[in-house]
């Protein structure tokens, strides 16, 4: 495909997905052209419908062959999104078109952003599809595990050119809304084709945009218009419940505003949703309660690895004012005997992750309860991925995590291909430094199973599924077993 057939191409496709009109066809071939620094255009047409992918690729060669573009995978995407922003709708047609099909239904204007975010290449639906994924059954349902491979590696060009780049605070992190156009650089991502939609939640001024790494259906953000801090409190579940309103077929949650048990990001608050249903919404309460005061209110302890508090009512108003109080009580709650400490040297560590939706008309709330503290043992923090399981992670468990999805380092890959040679061939793991993080894991694996090459794929996926559920274990600040419970069943004691 040479560079006049690409082009075509690429017109093609943004007429086919509906990213601009067959009238429009000439006008964005000249942009394309100028871009690409081209002073004439042959109209030569493609033999047939290549995907985006095919097309972008010629592109880009084409770019790094005539020296508009550095050949790496920085660059590359740096130019790709700024030729796909020339044919992304501007961000008065697509609020315009959303506002539009949302009046039809909250569902048909998601169905239309949603497309319109992956058909503009915001979504770089080529590369999820190379995420490793698969199921899990534990005794608390399926988990999802997923290895993300769509986060390409930065090359040694890049990284350094990145560290040598001047440092600049716009736009102040990779959430605010300045983000969308915005042509990007080696230490920040391009945004061209990427549009936000305006919501007001809690009589605020928010944003709702997709993921563009979606860890699941429809994985959406929303963000505050303002650059502040995560906080949860009670403006945050009404903002929640505000958001599940105007998209009733989605979930929201936080994460909780402390470090180790917070996102990736403090700096910005911002919530997680999508259309999707997670292992944690599907666990049933296993051990009703009742709060004083708020007997009409369902409430009880989710069957889950880690602590959470389930809140189910019609009334919002009610359910909001009850987490506002099981909040409270948690910020300040010490048990010395269940290694629960609010507060070292002035340091707060009680925190809480909440998840909202909407089932059939009721209202729900989970309140999952986090502790940031570390110890001499435990540097990272106790609450935590302890060392035992670092061989398979040892990064922050966060929202998406404590709802049941893993979301595992790309390395695995590599990883798990090479100890399932290592393990078939009989090799001592030990002495390979890229696996030798594995052996004892393998060895358990080796007493545990009769391996064969037809089940160690299977075997090894189940057993990561295993570790992943013995994690979320690992955070939960209570036990689960008998002193457990009635160590959590005090603290719900203690709340009204």
């Not at 086919?16 to 009238?23: A, F, T």
């Not at 990883?415 to 040679?421: F, H, P, Q, T």
């Amino acid at each position: 495909m040479n560079i006049f057939c690409a082009v075509n191409a690429l017109v093609d496709y943004a007429v086919r997905e509906k990213l601009i009109e067959k009238e429009d066809r000439i006008f964005c071939i000249n942009r394309i052209i100028d871009t690409l620094s081209l002073d004439s255009f042959e109209d030569v047409k493609p033999e047939k419908e290549y995907p985006l992918e095919e097309i972008l690729k010629a592109i880009l060669d084409y770019a790094c062959e005539n020296g508009l573009c550095e050949d790496s995978v920085v660059y590359r995407d740096l130019f790709d999104t700024r030729i796909m922003g020339l044919l992304t709708p501007r961000p008065s047609q697509v609020i315009a078109e959303f506002k539009k099909r949302y009046a039809v239904s909250p569902r048909e204007a998601t169905d239309y952003y949603y497309n319109l975010s992956r058909k503009s290449d915001y979504i770089r639906e080529y590369r999820i599809k190379n995420d490793m994924k698969w199921v899990t059954s534990t005794e608390y349902g399926d988990i999802d595990i997923t290895i993300n491979l769509s986060k390409p590696e930065k090359d040694p060009k890049a990284i350094a050119a990145a560290k040598n780049a001047k440092q600049s605070g716009y736009p102040k992190c990779q959430l605010c809304i300045e983000n969308e156009g915005y042509a990007g650089r080696v230490n920040h991502p391009a945004r061209e084709n990427h549009r936000i939609i305006p919501i007001t939640i809690n009589n605020e001024n928010w944003f709702f945009q997709y993921s563009p790494y979606v860890y699941y259906n429809e994985h959406c953000i929303a963000l505050n218009s303002e650059h502040t801090p995560m906080i949860i409190n009670r403006a945050a579940f009404n903002k929640l419940f505000d958001f599940v309103k105007l998209f009733p077929h989605y979930f929201i949650g936080s994460n909780a505003d402390l470090p180790i048990v917070g996102g990736s990001i403090l700096t910005h608050e911002h919530f997680q949703g999508g259309n999707y249903e997670f292992a944690m919404a599907k666990a049933p309460v296993e051990t009703k309660v009742t709060f004083r005061g708020y007997e009409d209110i369902d409430a009880g302890i989710v069957k889950w690895p880690m602590s959470v508090i389930r809140l189910s009512s019609k009334d919002i108003g009610r359910i909001t004012e009850l987490a506002e109080k099981i909040l409270n009580a948690w910020r300040d709650y010490d048990d010395e005997e269940a290694l629960i400490l609010s507060h070292t040297n002035g340091t707060p560590h009680n925190a809480i992750t909440p998840i909202a939706r909407c089932r059939n008309g009721v209202y729900e709330l989970d309140l999952v309860l986090r502790n940031n503290i570390t110890t001499e043992q435990f540097p990272d923090g106790y609450y935590h991925p302890h060392p035992e399981y670092h061989h398979i992670k040892k990064e922050n468990i966060g929202l998406i995590e404590v709802m049941g999805l893993a979301v595992l380092p790309s390395r695995l890959k590599n990883e798990m291909a090479l100890l399932k040679e290592a393990i078939l061939a009989g090799d001592d793991i030990s002495e390979n430094p890229v696996i030798e993080k594995h052996a004892d894991w393998a060895r358990m694996i080796t007493e545990k199973y009769t391996v064969t090459s037809e089940n160690i794929d299977k075997i090894i996926q189940d057993e990561i599924g295993i570790v992943f559920a013995a994690i979320l274990e690992q955070c939960g600040v209570f036990d689960r077993d008998e002193t457990g419970k009635a160590q959590f069943l005090k603290f719900i004691d203690s709340v009204c």
